[in-house]
């Protein structure tokens, strides 16, 4: 599963799941965005996605992924 792979690859670079961050809109990205220390799905995501605890942003076809930088950002700074 893509959440599988996800804690995978955190474990082989060393990295907290803590610090792990996703965005998916569809089923088949559940796994992963429940894997994340936060996960992110676009307002246009699939209605089992936007019901599943994460973090929506706008549209991704109006910049979602720039409003996931955004968010990050300013937690990070």
Same mark, same amino acid.
Do not use: Q, W
């Given at each position: ?5 996800? $804690?995978? *690859? ?17 089923? &088949?990205?559940?796994?992963? *965005? ?9 307002? &246009?995501?699939?209605?089992?996605? $936007? ?9 991704? $076809? ?11 950002? $300013?937690?990070?700074?």
């Amino acid at each position: 599963s893509k959440g599988g792979m996800v $804690r995978r *690859l955190a474990a082989r670079l060393g990295i907290s799941m803590d610090h792990v961050y996703c965005a998916g809109d569809e089923a &088949n990205d559940l796994s992963m *965005l429940r894997s994340a220390a936060e996960g992110f799905a676009p307002a &246009n995501a699939s209605p089992a996605v $936007r019901e599943a605890g994460v973090t929506l942003v706008c549209d991704a $076809r109006e910049g979602a992924i720039a409003d996931v930088v955004e968010i990050l950002d $300013r937690k990070y700074a």
